[in-house]
């Protein structure tokens, strides 16, 4: 399914490549990180003249698509798939007239949710509203559910400021009303959060403690007819566990539709 005017058609599969790197052989290269003190000692110097060591790493395109690459430039991780997955959602809510906004809890740069904010208004759904959860700090620290899943509070990469998420959004212009941020850890601030009705639910909070925290805070506003998209589940397996006891808690079985090799989604019945 496609939006009517075949140039917006062009510009989402264009902004696709764009915010996933897709277009740049350049962005497979990664950083280098030393294990002895010496190399490490050579890293920082080298570092503080403004520079960067980088291992030259073949571009795998099919590895982008699945989002099994972590871009070294970019906007997400998400990979082509999942952003396509988050067009098919947002085509199917706008069409069958489901209620509600585009919900993503963790962003990291927050290009899946550029993409969201203009496929909607490809889908001519520009009264909805993309909303932005992230602690904006990094990931949180390990709680005793999360232990199976290694830890990621050390990775500077995945801690993007809120300032710069919006100077994102701002150059692909789409900053504006309709796009709001909620910052701080998940467990501290989605349930008094004023969002809601939630058409889409995008959670990609890795750990457990992170996608159950989100799902018990936003499940309920989520539309009959909606969906829930879950973009680690087969990447850390205390996320799948979260999802399982949760829909266990609520009696119910969520129809999984895998999008890649990683994450999954259901439309909600009841």
């Known amino acids: 399914m496609s939006p009517s005017n075949p140039y917006a058609r062009k510009y989402l599969d264009l902004l696709k490549e764009a915010l996933s790197a897709s277009l740049y052989d350049e962005s497979a290269w990664k950083r280098v990180t030393p294990k002895s003190p010496l190399r490490r000692a050579i890293t920082r110097m080298v570092e503080r003249r403004s520079m960067l060591l980088l291992h030259k790493v ?4 099919v590895a982008r698509e699945r989002g099994s690459d972590w ?4 906007f997400t991780m998400a990979g082509t798939k999942r952003l396509e997955n988050i067009e098919a959602c947002i085509a199917g809510v706008t069409n069958d007239g489901v209620a509600g906004d585009f919900v993503e809890c963790g962003v990291w740069r927050g290009g899946s949710s550029i993409f969201a904010r203009a496929a909607l208004d490809a889908y001519g759904a520009s009264d909805r509203i993309v909303w932005l959860a992230d602690s904006f700090e990094g ?5 005793e559910t999360d232990l199976a899943d ?3 509070i050390g990775t500077e990469y995945l801690a993007v400021s809120l300032e710069q998420v919006k100077a994102n959004f701002d150059r692909f212009q789409m900053l504006d009303d309709r796009v709001r941020f909620v910052k701080g850890w ?6 008094d959060a004023p969002i809601g009705p939630v058409a889409i639910l995008r959670l990609d909070g890795d750990y457990y403690s992170s996608t159950m925290d989100a799902l018990e805070a936003l499940y309920n ?3 009959v007819g909606g969906y829930v998209i879950i973009d680690d589940y087969n990447a850390f397996e205390s996320c799948k566990a979260a999802v399982t006891d949760f829909a266990k808690s609520r009696n119910f079985t969520p129809n999984l539709v895998p999008i890649d090799d990683i994450a999954v989604f259901w439309r909600r019945e009841t």
């Open 58 to 61: 073949r571009f795998d395109p």
């Open 71 to 74: 871009p070294m430039f970019g």
């Open 139 to 143: 990931m949180p620290e390990r709680k």
């Open 150 to 152: 290694p830890e990621l």
């Open 186 to 191: 998940f467990a501290d601030t989605l349930q």
């Open 221 to 223: 506003r989520v539309s």
